[in-house]
T-cell receptor, first 115, second 115 residues
Framework: DQQVKQNSPSLSVQEGRISILNCDYT??????FLWYKKYPAEGPTFLIS?????DKNEDGRFTVFLNKSAKHLSLHIVPSQPGDSAVYFC??????????????FGKGTLLTVNP | ETGVTQSPTHLIKTRGQQVTLRCSSQ?????VSWYQQALGQGPQFIFQ???????GRGNFPPRFSGLQFPNYSSELNVNALELDDSALYLC??????????????FGQGTRLTVV
């Protein structure tokens, strides 16, 4: 029973164009969402997050959009760069902190940005 | 640079053996979570330690156990290893209760192979 789903295993885009990575979730208790980037042989690196009280959060080239009614979020990368090539994981938590903080991850999307 | 370090980076064990993986959390972080990432999957939550006590557990059998020490470093122990335990084991540290939403910072992981 996958509570966080990333239905695209891979995505290929041209350098300079927009990358859009999608994520769907089923658990209504999820309140906080994060995106992590992972290079081979490294641990996941935090990229950007969003609370359920917002519908958009922006950090430089990265923007996350949240549609609570559709239980859907997306990560936009504009402009895409070859260094963005990595596996991107969507993760969700029922709370934003506190002493019980558990992340539920999707399976990841491999983004390849071609020069 | 996250400051979360894990040891060893790679490990090969025989089925039925026991293994201990170690994690040093980022300075100031009092919460450590362990995740298992099987090939082609997203990280799956094993358990979390907060102030030296287990504080939340995922769907893993009791042969997965852990410890957290006064300096907040942590160990993951797996007894009676099975072939399916082969995976990347990730440690993440966080500081719950801070003013900002608390993203977890991951180490580079320990690649465990059970033969």
């Amino acid at each position: 029973d996958q509570q966080v789903k990333q239905n695209s295993p891979s995505l290929s885009v041209q350098e300079g164009r927009i990358s859009i990575l999608n994520c769907d979730y089923t658990n209504s208790m999820f309140d906080y969402f994060l995106w992590y980037k992972k290079y081979p042989a490294e641990g996941p690196t935090f990229l950007i997050s969003i609370s359920s009280i917002k519908d958009k959060n922006e950090d430089g080239r990265f923007t996350v959009f949240l549609n609570k009614s559709a239980k859907h979020l997306s990560l936009h990368i504009v402009p895409s760069q070859p260094g963005d090539s990595a596996v991107y994981f969507c993760a969700a938590s029922p709370n934003s902190g506190g002493s019980n903080y558990k992340l539920t991850f999707g399976k990841g999307t491999l983004l390849t940005v071609n020069p | 640079e996250t400051g979360v370090t894990q040891s060893p980076t790679h490990l090969i064990k025989t089925r039925g053996q026991q293994v201990t993986l170690r994690c040093s959390s980022q300075s100031g972080h009092n919460t450590v979570s362990w995740y298992q990432q099987a090939l082609g999957q997203g990280p799956q939550f094993i358990f979390q330690y907060y102030r030296e006590e287990e504080n939340g557990r995922g769907n893993f059998p009791p042969r997965f156990s852990g410890l957290q020490f006064p300096n907040y470093s942590s160990e993951l122990n797996v007894n009676a290893l099975e072939l399916d335990d082969s995976a990347l084991y990730l440690c993440a540290s966080s500081f719950p209760g801070g003013a900002d939403l608390t993203e977890a910072f991951f180490g580079q992981g320990t690649r465990l192979t059970v033969v």
